[in-house]
């Protein structure tokens, strides 16, 4: 197929490569304003050298619903398998892909959801009330700790908490890695160097417990029976679950390594800009500290899918054509990556009326159509872990808003993209009195 790619800016690639990864809202707002619905931009490696945006709900519907074998996903993040590793859920396309969802979605459908929930409460509550009455606190750091708590014990179960202890640094390196590293890592020559020596040697670190774990885990399968991910993917082809192969080491790891950067990651992020918002807007901190105090899971849930709507923390979902398509009209060839963008969907008042305004009701309403809140995907490769997500927001929300106020100590703050997730730019720094009940 032949035919010219919808308009794009005339920056340098260089420039259009380092915008669009740290001020994505920005960049992808302004090429909106100028070209419409559909654009290009033009960028550097790892990235491909085009990729075509669409924000409009009936595009996404088109890339959504379309054939997984014709729109891949796991080819359009190839540039974080040096995190995730070649066999991630994530980075896998086709049958492989299928496979690995259909193996671990048991480990995140309704009633193992039921059986985390008093986990995360647990956790949530202890870590809550480590907090000091009438400091400002990091809450980003905070909501790290938290979540990275909750995901490796359900990922890994009721494990030894020096084992966590000595992964949870490692997992820190990572999550903390700048977008400089990504688009530098292509060059094996500046692992040995700096930032990229630094993100080398802990992704050496993390493999280097997850394989002794895996190990210990094979050597003794009588010891941490539980129904954590880990126990759940070993007893895979065996006898309690013939007919299935094995997976290696290597799968094991890496679907590890996904869940739990996946799992932590952007719900912290997430968690962090709710609190942040519920301190920006003390009206609606009042009522969801009432629903929190009358057991409303509905209503912290909304504030969660509200705070991911105002505060983008993933700010597209790729996939990358492997035939000749049209999509929103316009004739791709086989190989463009295709952006349904988060960001635009989110801020357009045609989607969602006064964008600027962080408003838990919408979600309550019915007016939320779909294709328009995103944040974590669509069709086939929705996340599997969006229901755990949301309820663990709406624990983690109870724990916090039934013992403290928030407020802000300044300024609302404005996000920077860390990793591949857009964060607190310093740290959702709040002001936390204890309640007079």
Known sequence: MTGAYPP?????????????????????????RRFGDVFTVRLLPPYPERIVVFSRPDHIKEIFTAGPADLHAGEAYRELSMIMGEHSVLLTDDNEHARARRLLMPAFAGAALN???????????????????????????RMEDLTLDVITQ??????DEQRRAELTPQLRRITDMSPVVLLGWKWPLLRQFGPWRRMRDALT??????????????????????????SRLLAVGSGDDPGTTPLSDAELRDQLVTLLLAGHETTASA??????????????????????????????????????????????????????????????????RVSTSIVLAHQ??????APERFRPERFLEGTVAPN???????????????????????VVLRAVLTRYQLALPGAP?????????NVPARGARLVVTTLDN
């Open 271 to 336: 968690l962090s800009w709710a609190l942040h918002e519920l301190a920006a807007a003390p009206e609606v901190q009042d009522r969801a500290r009432q629903a929190a105090r009358d057991g409303d899971d509905k209503y912290l849930e909304a504030v969660v899918k509200e705070a991911l709507r105002h505060r983008m923390v993933i700010g597209r979902v790729q996939r990358q054509l492997t035939k000749d398509m049209t999509i929103g009209g316009v004739a791709l060839p086989r190989g463009t």
């Open 372 to 394: 328009t809140w995103l944040p974590f995907g669509g069709g086939v490769r929705r996340c599997i872990g969006a229901g755990f997500s949301l309820m663990e927001g709406a």
């Open 348 to 353: 357009n008042p045609a989607n969602h009326p």
């Open 115 to 141: 059986g985390y929930r008093a986990l995360v409460e647990d956790i949530a509550k202890t870590q809550v009330e480590r907090w000091t009455a009438g400091s400002t606190e990091h809450i980003l750091s």
């Open 205 to 230: 670190g993390v493999d280097e417990l997850l394989y002794a774990e895996i190990a210990r885990r094979r050597a003794h399968p009588e010891i941490d029976q539980h129904a954590d991910v880990l």
């Open 154 to 159: 359900v990922v890994f179960g009721v494990a």
């Open 8 to 32: 794009a800016p005339r920056l340098p690639r260089l420039l259009q490569t380092v915008l669009h990864t740290k001020r994505h809202a920005q960049f992808l707002g302004a090429q909106a």
């Open 413 to 421: 703050e404005r996000g920077r993209v860390r990793n591949i997730t």
